[in-house]
């Protein structure tokens, strides 16, 4: 594997430490004081759970595809929990949310990938979404070593075949395609169609007047 791992007791999040580090990097904590959600939301992080974060390289215009290559990555880490992709990359166990992803830029160009894995416990409060565990039937070790071996193995496919077998591995775990959705944007929502993944990773929606709409960014709820 091309990782370099270092393990921490307790950090504030392992993204922000990630920026200290050169790609290949993975930083990994028992818990965090201040992990990071998406759109600035906070990441529940006590002790028995996976926060990690890895440092990747720039891909040029394909780096907004790392969002899909991370989150087939732990869905196949997953798959023997039988969980399913959510757009773009919330891996979801009996519909609720196991695992968040969180993709952040650094000024220079590397991409840090934080990856926080509900392995013995979730929140229960002030969630916008339901929220599942593993229940502790693997260990937070176990998984690391699942997910960065899984993450190793697609971004050499990735990088040797580009997108289009990303996009298959997605779509064969994905749920809500060909369905309704609620796309919620940080300052308005739209109800449609879920279409299809479109090759550049947007949710095309068709929206009730049959125009259809690309989404780049947002949150989805399956209706
Ligand atoms: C989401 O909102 O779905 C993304 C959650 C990402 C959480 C992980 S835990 C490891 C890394 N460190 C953080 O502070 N956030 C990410």
Not at 60 to 70: D, E, K, S
Not at 128 to 154: F, H, N, P, Q
């Amino acid at each position: 594997m091309r990782w370099r791992i270092r393990h921490f007791d307790r950090l504030e999040s392992t993204s922000q430490t990630a920026k200290d580090f050169p790609v290949n990097s993975v930083i990994i904590a028992d818990s965090q004081s201040g992990g990071r959600g998406r759109y600035g939301r906070t990441w529940e992080s006590p002790k028995g759970n996976l926060y990690v974060s890895v440092v990747l390289t720039d891909y040029g215009y394909q780096t907004p595809l790392l969002a899909f290559v991370v989150g087939v990555s732990v869905a196949e880490a997953l798959s023997d929990f039988d969980v399913c992709l959510k757009w773009p990359n919330d891996v979801l166990k009996d519909g609720k949310k196991l695992a968040g992803i969180l993709l952040e830029r650094t000024d220079d160009g590397r991409v840090i990938a934080g990856i926080g894995v509900n392995v013995a416990s979730h929140p229960t409060r002030n969630m916008m979404y339901e929220t599942a565990s593993l229940e502790g039937r693997i260990s937070v070790d176990e998984t690391a070593d699942r997910v960065l071996m899984s993450l190793d193995k697609m971004l050499c496919l990735f990088e040797t075949d580009g997108f289009l077998p990303i996009y298959r591995l997605w779509m064969d775990r994905a749920t809500g395609v060909g369905g309704p959705v609620t796309v919620r944007l940080p300052n308005r929502q739209m109800q449609g169609i879920f279409k299809e993944l479109s090759p550049d990773g947007a949710l095309v929606l068709e929206l009730p007047d049959k125009t259809i709409q690309k989404i780049t960014a947002g949150d989805v709820f399956l209706i």
